[in-house]
């Protein structure tokens, strides 16, 4: 079984700060998904990546898949409390079966 | 679209008993769903994947006997924790694979507590 190393596993910082969220793997993944999940919820795709060196953009998000599809990263920019959550890392393993990071409980203080 | 429902979203059940998990997806058809167990403050672990018609593919260490999965129609698979224990108290989830392949989508999760 591949596995995914998220890091940080916490993160707390101040409203408007910029932080970036890593997700790192010796394996070569077909994509990676990265996930945001509320407390008692399921989580909630944000975004996919497919291609290597790839790079997505959700309004203050910006997702980037390594060149070699074994790592990504989420930076966030002017971080607001809304952000506050558990953002999951997951890769594509096999058929449709997905490998998750620990997750990142991320913190914005007001 | 691809919206995935679960019922109960919560259950409290006592010692010994079995409870039924069902994991619906309403506005497309999946014959591969995913069943996964998270712990607080803990990541999501996969314990088996459901399909269609045929028998559930179980991860290392997950009893079949005890979690019992029924996938009996392409929008509907069954996880039934069968004599439960407190150990089993956790939060129940499960996925269904996009039109895309590659992306899952969550059901909003099932809280057990067994007493």
């Known amino acids: 079984t591949q596995l995914l190393e998220q890091s940080p596993q916490f993160l707390s910082i101040q409203e408007g700060e910029n932080l970036t969220v890593y997700c790192n793997s010796s394996s070569v993944f077909s994509s990676l998904q990265w996930y945001r999940q509320e407390p008692g919820e399921g989580p909630v795709l944000l975004v996919t990546v497919v291609t290597g060196g790839e790079v997505k953009k959700l309004k203050r998000l910006t997702f980037q898949f390594g060149d070699a599809r074994k790592d990504s990263s989420l930076h966030i920019t002017a971080a607001q409390p809304g952000d506050t959550g558990l953002y999951l890392c997951?890769?594509?393993?096999?058929?449709?079966?997905?490998?998750f990071g620990q997750g990142t409980r991320l913190t914005i203080n007001p | 679209g691809a919206v995935v429902s679960q019922h109960p979203s919560w259950v409290i059940c006592k010692s010994g008993t079995s409870v039924k998990i069902e994991c619906r997806s309403l506005?497309?058809?999946?014959?591969?769903m995913f069943w996964y167990r998270q712990f607080p403050k803990q990541s999501l672990m996969l314990m088996a994947t459901?399909?269609?018609?045929?028998?559930?593919?179980?991860e290392q260490g997950v009893e079949k006997d005890k979690f019992l999965i029924n996938h009996a129609s392409l929008t509907l698979s069954t996880l039934t924790v069968t004599s439960a224990h407190p150990e089993d108290s956790s939060f129940y989830i499960c996925s269904a694979p996009g039109t895309l392949g590659y992306e899952q989508y969550f059901g909003p999760g099932t809280r057990l507590t067994v007493t």
């Open positions: 459901s399909n269609e018609g045929s028998k559930a593919t179980y």
């Open positions: 997951a890769g594509a393993e096999g058929a449709q079966k997905l490998v």
């Open positions: 506005d497309f058809q999946a014959t591969t």
